[in-house]
């Protein structure tokens, strides 16, 4: 059980973490195309905090390598980008639009989803292993996918209609790559 200490070892423990948020982001993406939303959103959510444990861990551990911070984004794509933009498209624009708006839908789905892997690509290029900034530049993927999931919410329950989600995610999707400045918690 070495290799769970070990910081080279691609199973050390922050790492199984990180396994875990993808597989719960698989998991996820699934039980959304079963239009099984509530089990899907757990299962997200669940992938979240496997994210903020791995991290801790990595760090208290001193685990972080380039392999699990590359891994970290792959998790963080599954599960902060293309997961809750499936939801929406899956819960909120196939049942509303159609037609030329399902297309709008589309190309805001596809915008939100480019800016994300964009935003991960940039902190992947700039990151170093264990080290931690006192705030983000633009909004972080974790960040977006609870705002998107504010958005979801809102659609179900509170009746804002999918041009509403459309607008919102554009703006989300915009604020990933902006200069906003958010603390790092």
Do not use: C
């Amino acid at each position: 059980m070495k290799f769970l200490w070990t910081p080279s070892s691609h199973f050390n423990l922050a790492n199984l973490f990180t396994f875990v948020n993808i597989t719960a982001g698989l998991l996820a993406v699934y039980f959304i195309t079963q239009n099984n939303f509530f089990v899907a959103i757990i299962l997200a959510w669940i992938g979240g905090a496997f994210d903020i444990f791995d991290g801790k861990i990595a760090r208290k551990y001193q685990l972080s390598n380039e392999f699990g911070i590359q891994l970290d984004s792959f998790a963080d794509f599954l599960s902060f980008v293309l997961v809750p933009v499936f939801l929406i498209f899956q819960a909120s624009y196939a049942p509303e639009l159609h037609g030329f708006w399902l297309i709008v839908a589309a190309v805001a789905s596809i915008y939100y989803v480019i800016s994300g892997l964009r935003r991960l690509i940039h902190f992947n290029l700039n990151a170093d292993a264990g080290e931690v900034d006192k705030y983000f530049t633009g909004v972080p993927t974790p960040l977006g996918a609870i705002l998107l999931w504010l958005v979801y919410l809102a659609n179900t329950y509170v009746g804002l209609s999918a041009y509403g989600v459309i607008i919102a995610m554009t703006i989300i999707g915009w604020s990933l790559n902006s200069k906003l400045k958010v603390p790092h918690p």
